[in-house]
């Protein structure tokens, strides 16, 4: 018998499942130092889009 406050689902209730692919994760350990890190190289793995958080320069209209 369940207790008060813990329901019981039905069996073919089912959680939704995440339909977005994996963010991939940082490989390696922290490595101590002031070293710049190497730049992104385009192509190679990351979200599909891209977000700019303001116009790029070359649609912005002049003062």
Do not use: F
């Amino acid at each position: 018998m369940a207790k008060q406050g813990m329901a019981r689902p039905d069996v073919t209730h089912t959680q939704p499942r995440n339909t977005e692919p994996p963010v991939p994760q940082i490989q390696g350990k922290a490595k101590p130092g002031k070293a710049k890190a190497n730049p992104i190289v385009a192509g190679t793995s990351g979200p599909g889009l891209k977000v700019y958080h303001q116009k790029p320069i070359t649609d912005q209209e002049e003062l």
